[in-house]
C-alpha cells in the first residue's frame, strides 16, 4: 500500500515499534476490508447509545464534538485505519444527533401531577383489548388535562363493548404522569410513552359512557385496524382459549389473548419468539408463497417460455410479506424481518446470494435511521442478537466445511439427521447469542430453548402456519371449523412443549441484573466475534470473557424501594421478601428479575422482622459485623410520634410512602414520598453502602419524572 507523502513523513518522526503496530493493523483491516461495512450500524448504534447513556446536553455536545474530532483525526492518518476513524466518528456523531433530535421531534403534552377521580372526556385513538386479562385498554385524546390536548392510555375492567376507534367517550379515571421503572435500569414505561406519546396514564372507575359512536372506518389504515381487530376476534373466538389467543398473535401480533401462564412458559422453555412476529413467520410466509407461485408459474409453459418464473415469484412474494407486515401490526421485528426479506428477493430475482450479514446490516441500519430510540429496547436486541449469531455461524469456517462435507440430496434419512444438526447449531448459535440481552433485561433465561425449538420451529413452520392461513381462507366460505379444531390441536401440542421444557429441572438460570457495563463488554466482543472472518475475530472472546466474569461478581442490591415508597423489597436466604402481601406481579417480577431469584415472601415470614398492620422494623446483618435497621410503614394510619420518633432514630433506613416530618432523622438515609419524588425507584447495595436511583439516572432526557429532576442532572 503506497503511502501519502504527509503521512510517510510523519511516520519518520514516530517509534519503530509504532510504525510496525500501525503497519500490522493495516495489514489486517486490508484482509478484512469486506467486512468493515458491517460496522457502519455498529458505529450508528455507538453514537445513540451515548445520547442515551450520557446523562445532559453539555455532555451529549462533549461527545459529538469528541466523535468530530476522531473522525478528523481519521482523515489526516488515512489509509484504511484512518478512513475507518474518519467514517466510524461521522456515523456515531450522526447517530447521536439523529437520537437527539427524535426525542424532541416526538415532543408531546405531558401530566405533570395526578388527578384523581377525574371524568375525562375524549376522542378514542386506539382499543387494545385483553381477554386474558380481562380489560381493554384505551388511548384518549382528551383536552381536560392541563387543558392541553394530550393522549391517555386508561386501563378498563372488561371488554368494553361498543368502545371504538374514533368514538367519543365520558370516563371517570384516576391518571398520573406515564410512570418510570419500578427498579433502575428495569423497564421505562415513561421512557416508551414519550415517543409514543403518551402524556398521562391510568386506571378507568367504571364504564366509559359513550357519548357519540365513532365513525365509519375511512383511510387505508382505519379500514386496515379494523381487519386486525375483526381477525384477531375471529381467531380468539373461532380457535378458541390460549390456543385462540397464540393464533391471533401469529396472525396480527395482538397478545392479549395469552393467559400470562402460557406467555411465562414460553419464555422459560426459549420460545417466547414463536409468539413475537418476526423473521421466522415472515420467511415462512413469503418463502412459501415463492415456492408456490414459482411451481405454479414454471408448470404454465405459455408463462414460462416468455418470462420469468423467478422474478415474478419474487414480486409476488414481496407482496405477501409487505401484506403480512402490515396486517400484524409492523411492530420493529416485522419490519425489521420484512426489510431483511425484501432484501433477499432483490438479491434471488438477480440471481444472487442474499443472505449474509451485509443483509442484517443493512435492515438494522435503516431501522436506526428510522427509529433510533429502539437501539435499547428488547426486541430490537433480541431480534438482531440471534440473526447476526445464526448468520455469522453458518458464515463461519467451520460451518461451511461442514455443509461442504455434506451437501444437500441423498436419501431421506441422512437428509433428516443432517436437517436435524442444522436446526441443533441454529437454536445453539441463537440462544447463545440471546442469553446475554435476555439476563440483561429480564434477569433470567431458559436453558433448554435449543432443544424445545428443534420441536416447535417444525411445528410452527410446516404445520401451524399453513394451518393459519388455510382457516382464514376457509372462513370466507364459513368452512372453518375443521380447520380451527386441527389448529387448536397445533397450537396446543406447542404449549405442551413450552410447558414440558419450562418444567424441567434447572430449565431456567437466573441472575441478579448485568450491569450496563458489563453488557457493553460482552455486546462488543460478541460484534467483534462475529463481524470479522479471519483469526483476530477470536479477540472477540476477551471482552465477552470479562464482561461476563463482571456480571457474575457484580455486587448485587439487596433492597428494592417502588418509586411511591408503597412497596419494599429484601433480598433473603429464602427469597425476595416484601413488606406488603399485596404487591402486584409486576413489581414481583421485576424486583425478582434484578434480584436473580424468583421466590417471593412476605416481611411477617422473617423471623427477623417485627411487623404490626402500620410498620415493620428489620434487622439485616452486615458483612462487617453488626446490622442494618430497616423501618417501613405500611399503612396510612397515623403513628404517635413519641413511638415513631424514637423508631426513626434508632433505625439505618426509613422507607415510606408518607411525607415524613423533620423529626423523622435516621442514621444513614430517609426515603420518604417527597425524597422518593426526586430519586424514583431505588435500589440499596447495603455491603457497598451503594445507592441507585432510577430518576437521576434518566439525567436531563426528556422523559425524565420532572423539572427537578433535570435540574439535579444538569448539575452532575
Known sequence: MALSSSTASALQTLPARVVAGREWLEQKLARERHQMPLFIPVALGSGIGLWNVLPNSDTWVSALLALLAIAAFGALVGELSGRALLVGGLVAAAGLGMAWWEAERVRAPVLQAPVFAETIVGKVEAVERLPARGRTRLLVRTRDLDAQPMLARISVRGESEGVDVGARVSVRATLSPPPGPVVPGGYHFARRAWFEGIGASGFALGEPEVLAPGPPASGWRARLDAFRADLTALLQDGVGGAEGGVAAALVTGDRGGIPEEATQAMRDSGLAHLIAISGLHIAVVVGGTLWLVRFALVRWEAFALRHDARLWASVAAAGAGIAYTLIAGAGIPTVRACIAVMIVLVGLALGREAISLRLVAAGATLILIWQPHVLISPSFQLSFAAVTGIVALYQAPFARAWRERNPEGGGWTKRLVNGAAALVMTGIAAEAAIAPVALFHFGHVGLYGALANLIAIPLTSFVIIPLLIAGLFASLAGLAEPVFLALSLGIGALLDVARTASALPGAVASISAVTAGAMALIVAG??????????????????????????????????FVDPDGRHVALLTEQGLAMSRPRAGSYVREMWGAAAGTRRTLTFDDLAQADCSPDACVLSVPRRGGGDWRLLTTRSRNLIPRPAFEAACAASDI????????????????????????ELGAVSIDLDGGRVVSAALGDGAHPWARDAAVRREGERE
Open 654 to 677: 426509613v422507607v415510606s410512602d408518607r411525607r415524613l416530618p423533620y423529626w423523622c432523622a435516621p442514621r444513614w438515609l430517609k426515603l420518604d414520598r417527597t425524597r422518593l419524588g
Open 526 to 559: 460478541g460484534l467483534w466475534l462475529c463481524l470479522w472472518e479471519t483469526q483476530w475475530r477470536l479477540w472477540g472472546l476477551v471482552p465477552v470473557a470479562v464482561g461476563a466474569m463482571l456480571a457474575v461478581t457484580a455486587p448485587r442490591p439487596e433492597l
